[in-house]
């Protein structure tokens, strides 16, 4: 459903190119649940927008559903639904009011958009507080009708971005919930996070990105055999630990940058 071949991304910096993403390849099938995982700054956002189609690989390729980024990226979008902790609601609509609208966006026929609203009411419990307006919704309820409008348009793939950054235990578990049932749904879902707590309950396989690369890729036993460590925690004070590799140092000369 997804795949992500030798991907790179570099960028222009005081004179040098860095590297945020580096020949990154990897897959994940129909109700499987990924977890692209690393601490801040190891390209884990770079990579979504990359295959969202929002940024411009240096190369390499990424294919949803059969649709290549660079040459279908509308295609590619309408197959993706995503779940961003930086995304708000529009404060004086209704959560009925923005779903239909989000729908409308992607095309989604007015009498499919309305069976597709009853569906996600019943999905995520968002009927009691539907035609109220977002600015009265409490944090959970907002989180809810958030993770309805990545799927209004009922997308296979879904992408999630730090999906529970700045949420409480409650919103958490919220989030725990959907991606259960976004697996349940045959959806291929990618989660980016670097909280590792979560991800190893989460997630079928992960990757583990340092320094944009992809150090090491399976599941969570997997990686426990490939690491020798208990724990995602000290897999990456491992990975932290090493140096970084030469052909991952910011250079001075520009390869096809912004």
């Not at 239909?100 to 989604?108: K, P, S």
């Not at 989660?191 to 992960?206: F, I, P, Y």
């Not at 140092?249 to 520009?254: P, S």
């Amino acid at each position: 459903m997804i795949s992500v071949t030798h991907l790179s991304r570099h960028f222009r910096s005081h004179g040098k190119t860095l590297v945020a993403v580096n020949d990154l390849s990897f897959e994940v099938r129909a109700g499987e649940v990924y977890g692209l995982l690393g601490p801040n700054g190891a390209g884990k956002t770079t990579t979504l927008r990359m295959v969202l189609g929002l940024l411009q690989p240096t190369s390499g390729d990424a294919v949803v559903d059969g649709f290549h980024v660079a040459r279908d990226p509308d295609e590619v979008k309408r197959r993706i639904g995503l779940v961003s902790a930086s995304a708000g609601l529009y404060q004086w609509l209704t959560p009925r009011e923005m779903l239909l609208f989000f729908a409308d966006l992607y095309g989604v026929e007015p009498d499919r958009a309305e069976r597709r609203l009853v569906e996600l009411c019943q999905i995520l419990d968002i009927k009691r507080f539907l035609d109220q307006r977002c600015a009265t919704l409490s944090t959970g309820q907002k989180q809810r009708v958030t993770l309805a409008r990545a799927l209004m348009h009922d997308p296979p793939v879904m992408l999630l971005d730090e999906p529970t950054r700045g949420l409480d235990v409650v919103g958490t578990h919220v989030v725990f919930e959907y991606i259960s049932q976004l697996r349940s749904l045959g959806k291929a879902v990618v989660v980016s996070t670097h909280r590792l707590d979560e991800a190893s309950h989460l997630c079928d396989r992960m990757g583990l990105l340092h320094h944009g690369h992809l150090q090491h890729e399976g599941t969570f036993a997997e990686l426990q055999q490939v690491t020798g460590k208990a724990t995602l925690f000290d897999m990456f004070l491992q990975l932290l630990g090493s140096p970084i590799p030469a052909d991952e140092i910011a250079r001075e000369e520009a390869v096809d940058v912004d």
